[in-house]
DNA sequence: CGTGAAAGGTCGAAAAA
DNA sequence: TTTTTCGACCTTTCACG
């Protein structure tokens, strides 16, 4: 059987070092981060761009704080789409801009929409829209023990170590 | 009624332009924002300082691409914790670093957890851990129509119009 | 991958709006 | 109070070794 597909990108340990600088502070110079890696600036911005160019590293981005801005409910919402309807839906759930995500998953709802309103009358009101797609399953957040993770796993970047 | 408690940072139209290019792009530099909103780099650093001491911008990270580094598996765990057990579970969940998040919810369930793992026997080791806790339901993404979107909400923020 | 020089970006003090 | 100007300093980029 050919493995080949599962292929990923390997990063050693500097190329970690420098993501994981990136992840808590991706305004940090270069010539920061090539002194605690002991490298020179421009090296470390090499792999930075070579990173990018496999797409393992998709870009910089911030940390907002949905609160602050007065997006206090945080809800996950099941919906059973039928097949004919999707075509419908696709388009109309990425035009709401308080969705924050939204999965296929398997099981009896066949779409999970993570979402974030100011107020439960507009969550209703959202929850209400959908129902022209299907039957829903709204659960509100009230606490958040571990915040969104966008970090890679260190222990799980190891493979290939023969070289080809 | 006093109404004050649920203020919250007010940020005119050069804040969103500013926030919107860090959210493409943090590392921008403050000279490309200033010739974009016509001010000088010194006066958009000042915003982002004053929106970083306000909290509202927390701070700058990485996009990365997950699959990209084999956490092919993605996956939403509803999770019934009997309340006796919390003071083990929430150490617990903290620890386990293929937890993308995890939240405290309504409903059946009082916890839904995202993980990301790289096969679904990695996935299924970590749900038998969960049974210890309580009854578990997973439901497994097979593809993402909308991708987490970090993004603030440029109508939502016009409030406060009368000064004070 | 490192070096060094040129180009470009950032920071802080002072002044202007 | 907020923004601009300006100089000094810091960072990035690129050609070359």
Redesign the pocket.
Known sequence: MEKKEMIYYRL?E?DEKILAMLQDNA????????AEV??????????I??MLAEGVLEGFTTKLNPEAMGHYIKAFINLEVSPEQKAEFYPYIDSVLNVVECNCVTGDYSMLIEVRFKTTADLDHFVGELQRFGKTKTQIVFSTNVKHRCRYWKNDLHHDEEKK
């Open positions: 050693d500097v305004r940090v110079s270069l010539k920061d981060i090539g002991s490298m020179s600036p421009t090296a470390v911005g090499t792999r761009d070579r």
